[in-house]
């Protein structure tokens, strides 16, 4: 089977060789035979020029186009075979030559048509013996492709045997006949040189084929000779190789223990520090403190468990990305470290918490000067990556063993204290006190209850008036959360919300409450009840860390409220903070047709500019401002800036916190539009609103007649 392929492949190499050959003959006889062409050409003209008058011009014109054509196809065809015929292939470049050749051969014939008439016997034996010698002389230049002389030398031989039919004489009829016979024996010789040339090009490239396969046979074999020499010496050189591994196996041995080694010691230490600022970590802080115990115990003294929170933290890591808090942290941990003794330790828990132990405390009241150290140096400005960032800290103590005689109660402690500091201002240290466990059971147990209340519906929903200042009537509500809890009675939000907040609840209650305000203004519509919207507040977190478009979306769906009937109300402290995905998150609330409002304006710093960026519809003008206009010039100035600003803006105004005439009365005088409060109303429940209109109902207006205080 392999000689098969192999001589099949000689088959064919052979032929696209042959042709090969073909070609090189025809275009490399192109250009002589071409000038010879050309010399015939001006001959036969010069000597019938007189005879053919002018009309033998054109036939000049169309053999020089014909030759000068084929010399320039036959020096493209050299340069193609420079470069090995990678844009037209040999076969192309035979049909080419074989085109032009019965062109020029059509050309040459058409001299006939050019001919006077009753020609003498010696022009009609000239123009017999051009168009003879033409036939005569393609033999030895196109020989190489019978083809292609057939296609040049067959248009010459027509037109020598119909000539008769153009001028006939017994001469023409004489030479006509003659040119059959003669074009049978030029035709016959063309053949025999074509078969020799086949023939002898043939053994050329079999003699050629055979010399590569020769020479392909002795390089293979000087490749094995070679192999079997590389061979004998890779073997010895393995030998050697292996007496030398045989020879150094003790010293990799012991290599590869010290390794191992290394590679537990470095485990272990990774076990035990933390990986970003190779700190102990809690594992290690454990054992130290326990360490620290036994030795107070013995030695009667007392140790000081320092935990650390760092301010603000998250806003760092938040904004300016991981790595830039990442490299916060460890700048931290070097200023903690640099703080303390030698025998005493710094540990990282996680995040932003760290751990300070500080052994062999004598005197509590020593420990001031250290603390104040560590105040110092984690409120100092640190820069990192062109940011300048300026943090604190907040810091709780225990004492063994005043605060516990455990690690797990000294922690539970200092963690205490820690969070005393967190609800109190932050940026200081505290001792821990026995009622800041009390403190501490009592956030636990509220939180537990507030899961539970979430989870069976304890929550529920009051509504604020807000008030037309033109016209005295009710044109929308704001709703404001209220937890029903089953011992303590009804707690407003600011018992609450802190511990939402901390427990990671504020999400899910900001979503129950807009559920429920939907539901409310649903069923108000149903009524009659001619309330416009409905405000509901919405949380900073809600808007960070959920997909608050989404949510608002479904909840229009599922409760079937129109999205005009909606309004949400957004801190500005929060939009300030958060600006760009503020701004993003607010535009597509507006795009789906939900209106925005500003709560607490005033408290931040918003710019005229800053605003008209945000896609908001109303202000609401924060109660400490409104509680004082009447009494205190700066509040007035403020509040009449702040409604100067939302007109220039073409924004609605409300005022919260209005409790007293006087209120109303400077708030419709200088322009503010809405107003809500004690005033007013305190928030009611929802039948108390409905109780309300039903009043209002039976006076046939739905303005305000009474005060609901």
Not at 215 to 241: F, G, P, S, V, Y
Not at 330 to 357: H, P, W
Not at 359 to 382: A, F, R, W, Y
Not at 684 to 703: M, N, Q, T
């Amino acid at each position: 089977m392999f000689n098969n392929q192999e001589h099949h492949k000689q088959l064919t190499d052979s032929s696209i060789q042959l042709d090969l050959y073909r070609a090189q003959q025809l275009f490399k006889t192109a250009i002589p035979s071409n000038i010879s062409m050309l010399a015939g050409t001006a001959l036969v003209s010069s000597y019938f020029y007189d005879a053919a008058n002018t009309a033998i011009t054109l036939w000049i014109i169309a053999m020089c186009f014909m030759a000068g054509a084929r010399i320039i196809t036959s020096r493209r065809f050299l340069h193609s075979q420079k470069i090995n015929f990678t844009n037209i292939t040999v076969k192309t470049w035979l049909n080419i030559y074989l085109v032009s050749a019965f062109m020029f051969g059509s050309t040459s014939a058409s001299l006939v048509l050019f001919m006077p008439e009753n020609m003498s016997p010696i022009d009609t034996s000239i123009l017999y013996l051009a168009l003879f010698s033409t036939i005569v002389g393609s033999i030895a230049t196109l020989s190489a492709s019978i083809t292609t002389y057939l296609a040049f030398s067959s248009p010459i031989f027509l037109a020598a045997f119909f000539y008769y039919f153009i001028n006939p004489t017994q001469m023409t009829l004489f030479a006509s006949i003659a040119s059959v016979i003669y074009f049978s024996f030029t035709t016959f010789s063309a053949r025999l040189l074509n078969k020799r040339y086949l023939q002898n090009a043939s053994l050329i490239i079999e003699n050629e084929f055979l010399i590569d396969k020769l020479h392909d046979e002795i390089i293979q074999k000087e490749l094995a000779r070679q192999k079997i020499i590389d061979d004998q010496h890779t073997l010895e050189e393995t030998i050697e190789l292996r007496t030398k591994e045989l020879a150094d196996i003790n010293e990799i041995l012991v290599d590869e223990i010290n390794k191992r080694r290394r590679i537990e010691h470095n485990l272990k230490h990774l076990a035990h520090h933390d990986v970003l600022t190779n700190l102990p970590n809690r594992l290690l802080l454990d054992a130290r403190l326990n360490h620290a115990i036994e030795r107070a115990k013995r030695e009667n003294l007392q140790v000081a468990v320092m935990f650390i929170d760092l301010d603000h933290f998250k806003t760092v890591n938040d904004s300016l990305g991981h790595e830039v808090g990442d490299k916060l942290l460890m700048s931290v941990s070097n200023r903690l470290t640099n703080c303390i003794r030698e025998d005493d330790t710094v540990a990282r828990l996680g995040g932003d918490e760290f751990v300070i132990i500080i052994e062999q405390v004598h005197d509590i009241g020593n420990l001031d000067p250290l603390l104040k150290k560590i105040m110092s140096v984690t409120s100092d400005t640190i820069s990192i990556s062109e940011h300048d960032i300026s943090i604190s800290a907040s810091i709780g103590i225990s004492i063994y063993p005043d605060d516990g005689k455990s690690p797990e109660q000294l922690m539970r402690n200092a963690d205490s204290a820690m969070y005393y500091v967190k609800d109190n201002g932050r940026r200081k240290y505290h001792f821990y006190t026995k009622e800041l466990t009390t403190t501490a059971y009592n956030r636990v147990i509220l939180e537990t209850d507030l899961k539970r209340a979430i989870e069976h519906g304890q929550m529920t929903v009051y509504y604020q008036p807000q008030i037309s200042l033109t016209s005295k009537e009710i044109t929308g509500v704001e709703a404001l959360v209220r937890w029903q809890h089953p011992e303590l009675g009804l707690l407003p939000p600011k018992q609450f919300l802190f511990v939402a907040e901390q427990a990671g609840l504020l999400n899910d209650i900001g979503e129950m409450v807009l559920n429920i305000a939907c539901k409310q203004m649903v069923k108000w519509k149903q009524m009659g009840i001619p309330i416009g919207t409905v405000a509901v507040n919405v949380s900073g977190s809600q808007i960070h860390q959920t997909d608050l478009v989404n949510i608002v979306s479904e909840t229009l769906q599922q409760t079937g409220c129109n999205k005009e009937w909606l309004e949400l109300e957004i801190t500005e402290d929060f939009i300030i903070k958060k600006s760009r995905q503020a701004i993003t998150t607010l535009q597509q609330l507006r795009d789906l047709g939900i209106s925005l409002a500003i709560d607490d304006f005033g408290t931040g710093y918003s710019s005229l500019s800053y605003l008209k960026q945000l896609p908001i519809n109303k202000l609401k003008i924060d109660r400490s401002f409104v509680k004082d206009i009447n009494n205190d010039m700066e509040d007035a100035s403020l509040v009449q800036a702040i409604i100067a600003m939302g007109k220039s803006l073409n924004l609605k105004l409300i005022a919260e916190g209005v409790e007293n005439g006087s209120h109303e009365i400077f708030l419709s005088a200088h322009g503010c539009e809405y107003a809500q409060g004690y005033y007013y109303s305190k928030p009611v429940s929802a039948d108390e609103i409905e109780k309300l209109f039903s009043i209002e109902s039976e006076e046939g207006s739905y303005k305000l007649l009474g005060r609901m205080n």
